[in-house]
Antibody, heavy 122, light 113 residues
Framework: EVQLVESGGGLVQPGGSLRLSCAAS????????MSWVRQAPGKGLEWVAN????????YYVDSVRGRFTISRDNAENSLSLQMNSLRAEDTAVYYC???????????????WGQGTMVTVSS | DIVMTQSPDSLAVSLGERATINCKSS????????????LAWYQQKAGQPPKLLVY???TRESGVPDRFSGSGSGTDFALTIGSLQAEDVAVYYC?????????FGQGTKVELK
Protein backbone atom coordinates (compact mmCIF):
# COMPACT_ATOMS: atom_id res chain seq x y z
CA GLU A 1 0.00 0.00 0.00
CA VAL A 2 1.23 3.47 -0.88
CA GLN A 3 1.41 5.46 2.32
CA LEU A 4 3.22 7.88 4.59
CA VAL A 5 3.06 7.40 8.36
CA GLU A 6 4.31 10.06 10.76
CA SER A 7 5.37 9.51 14.36
CA GLY A 8 7.18 11.30 17.16
CA GLY A 9 4.77 14.06 18.07
CA GLY A 10 3.90 14.95 21.64
CA LEU A 11 3.98 17.56 24.38
CA VAL A 12 7.23 19.45 24.86
CA GLN A 13 8.20 22.50 26.90
CA PRO A 14 9.27 25.74 25.24
CA GLY A 15 12.95 25.53 24.35
CA GLY A 16 12.80 21.77 24.11
CA SER A 17 13.44 19.40 21.22
CA LEU A 18 11.51 16.76 19.34
CA ARG A 19 12.27 14.52 16.39
CA LEU A 20 9.52 13.60 13.94
CA SER A 21 9.74 10.65 11.62
CA CYS A 22 7.84 9.65 8.49
CA ALA A 23 7.88 6.09 7.17
CA ALA A 24 7.23 5.77 3.46
CA SER A 25 6.03 2.63 1.71
CA UNK A 26 4.59 1.50 -1.59
CA UNK A 27 6.63 3.78 -3.86
CA UNK A 28 10.26 4.46 -4.80
CA UNK A 29 11.04 6.86 -1.97
CA UNK A 30 14.50 7.83 -3.26
CA UNK A 31 12.98 9.26 -6.47
CA UNK A 32 11.03 12.08 -4.83
CA UNK A 33 11.54 15.38 -3.08
CA MET A 34 9.82 15.24 0.31
CA SER A 35 8.34 17.97 2.49
CA TRP A 36 7.02 18.73 5.94
CA VAL A 37 3.87 20.86 6.13
CA ARG A 38 2.24 21.99 9.37
CA GLN A 39 -1.16 23.22 10.44
CA ALA A 40 -1.71 25.08 13.69
CA PRO A 41 -5.02 24.33 15.45
CA GLY A 42 -7.89 25.90 13.50
CA LYS A 43 -5.49 27.54 11.03
CA GLY A 44 -4.30 27.05 7.47
CA LEU A 45 -1.47 25.09 5.94
CA GLU A 46 2.18 26.18 6.17
CA TRP A 47 5.04 24.54 4.31
CA VAL A 48 7.97 24.00 6.68
CA ALA A 49 10.84 22.37 4.81
CA ASN A 50 11.76 20.13 1.91
CA UNK A 51 14.64 17.93 0.82
CA UNK A 52 15.73 16.63 -2.55
CA UNK A 53 16.14 13.02 -3.57
CA UNK A 54 19.68 12.44 -2.23
CA UNK A 55 19.51 14.87 0.69
CA UNK A 56 21.99 17.35 -0.78
CA UNK A 57 19.45 20.21 -1.03
CA UNK A 58 17.35 21.40 1.88
CA TYR A 59 15.10 24.43 2.17
CA TYR A 60 13.22 25.91 5.11
CA VAL A 61 10.59 28.52 5.84
CA ASP A 62 12.19 31.54 7.52
CA SER A 63 10.45 30.94 10.86
CA VAL A 64 12.19 27.59 11.43
CA ARG A 65 15.52 28.05 9.68
CA GLY A 66 18.36 27.42 12.14
CA ARG A 67 16.09 25.55 14.56
CA PHE A 68 14.72 22.67 12.45
CA THR A 69 16.68 20.18 10.36
CA ILE A 70 15.16 17.96 7.69
CA SER A 71 16.89 14.73 6.72
CA ARG A 72 16.18 11.43 5.01
CA ASP A 73 17.41 7.85 4.92
CA ASN A 74 16.73 6.34 1.52
CA ALA A 75 17.87 2.89 2.67
CA GLU A 76 15.18 2.96 5.36
CA ASN A 77 12.58 4.87 3.30
CA SER A 78 12.27 7.44 6.04
CA LEU A 79 12.07 11.20 6.42
CA SER A 80 12.86 13.08 9.62
CA LEU A 81 12.45 16.52 11.11
CA GLN A 82 14.64 17.44 14.08
CA MET A 83 13.03 20.36 15.90
CA ASN A 84 15.08 22.31 18.44
CA SER A 85 14.41 25.46 20.46
CA LEU A 86 10.70 24.88 20.13
CA ARG A 87 8.27 27.75 20.65
CA ALA A 88 4.57 27.92 21.40
CA GLU A 89 3.94 29.03 17.82
CA ASP A 90 5.37 25.72 16.56
CA THR A 91 2.31 23.96 17.99
CA ALA A 92 0.65 22.24 15.05
CA VAL A 93 -0.14 19.02 13.27
CA TYR A 94 2.92 18.14 11.21
CA TYR A 95 2.34 16.36 7.92
CA CYS A 96 4.85 14.51 5.81
CA UNK A 97 4.11 15.05 2.11
CA UNK A 98 5.49 13.81 -1.18
CA UNK A 99 6.39 16.29 -3.89
CA UNK A 100 4.70 14.51 -6.76
CA UNK A 101 5.83 14.06 -10.33
CA UNK A 102 3.81 13.66 -13.51
CA UNK A 103 5.58 13.36 -16.84
CA UNK A 104 8.74 14.01 -14.78
CA UNK A 105 7.46 17.48 -13.85
CA UNK A 106 6.49 18.68 -10.34
CA UNK A 107 2.81 18.60 -9.41
CA UNK A 108 2.84 19.74 -5.75
CA UNK A 109 1.98 17.46 -2.83
CA UNK A 110 0.27 14.35 -4.16
CA UNK A 111 0.60 12.18 -1.03
CA TRP A 112 0.12 13.12 2.62
CA GLY A 113 0.44 11.28 5.88
CA GLN A 114 -2.22 11.49 8.59
CA GLY A 115 -0.08 13.90 10.60
CA THR A 116 1.40 13.96 14.09
CA MET A 117 0.52 16.57 16.71
CA VAL A 118 3.22 18.66 18.32
CA THR A 119 2.24 20.77 21.34
CA VAL A 120 4.73 23.22 22.81
CA SER A 121 3.56 24.31 26.23
CA SER A 122 4.75 24.59 29.81
CA ASP B 1 7.89 35.06 -1.06
CA ILE B 2 4.86 34.57 -3.31
CA VAL B 3 1.68 35.59 -1.51
CA MET B 4 -1.45 33.59 -2.31
CA THR B 5 -4.80 35.24 -1.64
CA GLN B 6 -8.08 33.34 -1.84
CA SER B 7 -11.60 34.72 -2.04
CA PRO B 8 -14.06 34.39 -0.51
CA ASP B 9 -13.03 33.14 2.95
CA SER B 10 -16.25 31.15 3.16
CA LEU B 11 -19.02 30.14 0.83
CA ALA B 12 -22.49 28.66 1.45
CA VAL B 13 -23.93 26.82 -1.54
CA SER B 14 -27.08 24.75 -2.05
CA LEU B 15 -26.84 21.12 -3.11
CA GLY B 16 -26.48 20.90 -6.87
CA GLU B 17 -25.42 24.52 -7.25
CA ARG B 18 -22.09 25.80 -8.52
CA ALA B 19 -19.31 26.99 -6.23
CA THR B 20 -16.35 29.05 -7.39
CA ILE B 21 -13.25 29.85 -5.37
CA ASN B 22 -10.72 32.37 -6.56
CA CYS B 23 -6.98 32.48 -5.94
CA LYS B 24 -4.58 35.26 -6.80
CA SER B 25 -0.79 35.06 -6.63
CA SER B 26 1.53 38.02 -6.09
CA UNK B 27 3.63 36.98 -9.09
CA UNK B 28 3.22 34.79 -12.12
CA UNK B 29 3.12 31.04 -11.66
CA UNK B 30 3.55 30.33 -15.38
CA UNK B 31 6.76 28.50 -16.16
CA UNK B 32 7.73 29.81 -19.58
CA UNK B 33 9.93 26.80 -20.40
CA UNK B 34 6.98 24.37 -20.38
CA UNK B 35 3.95 26.68 -20.41
CA UNK B 36 2.60 25.18 -17.19
CA UNK B 37 1.20 27.05 -14.23
CA UNK B 38 2.62 25.72 -10.97
CA LEU B 39 -0.62 26.05 -9.04
CA ALA B 40 -2.42 23.30 -7.12
CA TRP B 41 -5.77 22.97 -5.35
CA TYR B 42 -6.40 20.84 -2.27
CA GLN B 43 -9.48 19.75 -0.39
CA GLN B 44 -9.30 19.22 3.36
CA LYS B 45 -12.19 17.65 5.22
CA ALA B 46 -12.48 17.92 8.98
CA GLY B 47 -9.91 15.78 10.79
CA GLN B 48 -8.21 14.64 7.58
CA PRO B 49 -5.03 15.58 5.73
CA PRO B 50 -5.35 17.63 2.56
CA LYS B 51 -6.07 15.86 -0.69
CA LEU B 52 -4.68 17.00 -4.03
CA LEU B 53 -7.51 17.85 -6.46
CA VAL B 54 -5.88 19.79 -9.28
CA TYR B 55 -2.32 20.47 -10.38
CA UNK B 56 -0.81 22.60 -13.18
CA UNK B 57 -3.83 24.86 -12.50
CA UNK B 58 -6.28 22.76 -14.51
CA THR B 59 -5.29 19.08 -14.52
CA ARG B 60 -7.47 16.93 -12.30
CA GLU B 61 -5.69 14.37 -10.14
CA SER B 62 -6.59 10.77 -10.88
CA GLY B 63 -9.83 9.74 -9.18
CA VAL B 64 -11.11 13.28 -8.61
CA PRO B 65 -14.72 13.72 -9.79
CA ASP B 66 -15.12 15.77 -12.96
CA ARG B 67 -17.38 18.27 -11.17
CA PHE B 68 -14.10 19.78 -9.91
CA SER B 69 -12.35 21.96 -12.45
CA GLY B 70 -9.46 24.38 -12.27
CA SER B 71 -8.85 27.34 -14.53
CA GLY B 72 -6.69 30.41 -14.92
CA SER B 73 -3.14 31.34 -15.79
CA GLY B 74 -0.40 33.68 -14.68
CA THR B 75 -1.63 35.19 -11.44
CA ASP B 76 -5.39 34.55 -11.41
CA PHE B 77 -6.92 31.14 -10.86
CA ALA B 78 -10.21 29.54 -9.91
CA LEU B 79 -11.55 26.24 -8.65
CA THR B 80 -15.14 25.46 -9.63
CA ILE B 81 -17.32 22.74 -8.16
CA GLY B 82 -19.87 22.28 -10.90
CA SER B 83 -22.69 20.73 -8.84
CA LEU B 84 -22.07 20.72 -5.12
CA GLN B 85 -22.52 17.42 -3.31
CA ALA B 86 -22.79 16.94 0.45
CA GLU B 87 -19.38 15.26 0.52
CA ASP B 88 -17.76 18.42 -0.92
CA VAL B 89 -18.16 20.30 2.36
CA ALA B 90 -14.55 21.08 3.23
CA VAL B 91 -11.88 23.75 3.27
CA TYR B 92 -10.14 24.32 -0.06
CA TYR B 93 -6.61 25.66 -0.45
CA CYS B 94 -4.64 26.87 -3.42
CA UNK B 95 -0.86 26.49 -3.34
CA UNK B 96 2.01 27.62 -5.54
CA UNK B 97 4.96 25.37 -6.22
CA UNK B 98 6.66 27.77 -8.62
CA UNK B 99 9.37 28.46 -6.08
CA UNK B 100 10.43 28.06 -2.46
CA UNK B 101 9.02 28.72 0.06
CA UNK B 102 5.93 26.88 -1.13
CA UNK B 103 2.98 29.01 -0.07
CA PHE B 104 -0.71 28.35 0.42
CA GLY B 105 -3.76 30.54 0.29
CA GLN B 106 -5.56 31.10 3.58
CA GLY B 107 -8.29 28.62 2.70
CA THR B 108 -11.95 28.85 1.69
CA LYS B 109 -14.58 27.05 3.74
CA VAL B 110 -17.40 25.61 1.64
CA GLU B 111 -20.63 24.85 3.50
CA LEU B 112 -24.14 23.81 2.59
CA LYS B 113 -26.80 26.48 2.43
Amino acid sequence: EVQLVESGGGLVQPGGSLRLSCAASGFTFRSYWMSWVRQAPGKGLEWVANINQDGSEKYYVDSVRGRFTISRDNAENSLSLQMNSLRAEDTAVYYCARDGLREELPVAFDMWGQGTMVTVSS
Amino acid sequence: DIVMTQSPDSLAVSLGERATINCKSSQTLLYSSNNKNYLAWYQQKAGQPPKLLVYWASTRESGVPDRFSGSGSGTDFALTIGSLQAEDVAVYYCQQYYNTPRTFGQGTKVELK
